[in-house]
């Protein structure tokens, strides 16, 4: 199975960009489809940007379109989330995920394995 380390994470400042990391180790990350969620504090994990395993098709929730972006390096075994424009609503525990069912569903049930996550906190 894989194991997945997410990295890149800090104090930022809103306005700032930031590139989170996702190190896969044991297999090959285009074995899976990949997803970046985040949670904050009293709220639900949710979704953010996926990639499919097999193609460089990407999904992006509705709230974060055009500020994120999720891309892939496969001879560096890794899964990296852009972030454009921080803002103070951004700061949360962000994790990526790896899935080996069907592209199509972006929820937390559908992904099988989770990194430890990285922290990202944006100061106004």
């Known amino acids: 199975q894989v194991q997945l380390v997410e990295s890149g994470g800090g104090l930022m400042q809103a306005g700032d960009s930031l590139t989170l990391s996702c190190a896969a180790s044991?297999?090959?990350?285009?074995?899976?489809?990949v997803g970046w969620f985040r949670q904050a504090p009293g709220k639900e994990r949710e979704f953010l940007a996926a990639?499919?395993?097999?193609?460089?098709?990407?999904e992006y929730a509705d709230s974060v379109k055009g500020r994120f972006v999720i891309y892939r390096d496969n001879a560096k075994n890794t899964v990296y989330l852009e972030i454009l424009a921080l803002k103070p609503e951004d700061t949360a525990t962000y994790y990526c995920?790896?899935?080996?069912?069907?592209?199509?569903?972006?929820?937390?049930?559908?992904?099988?394995?989770w990194g430890q996550g990285t922290q990202v906190t944006v100061s106004s």
């Open positions: 995920a790896a899935s080996d069912a069907r592209w199509g569903r972006f929820v937390v049930t559908e992904y099988n394995y």
């Open positions: 990639i499919r395993r097999d193609f460089d098709i990407t």
């Open positions: 044991g297999r090959t990350i285009t074995t899976y489809n």
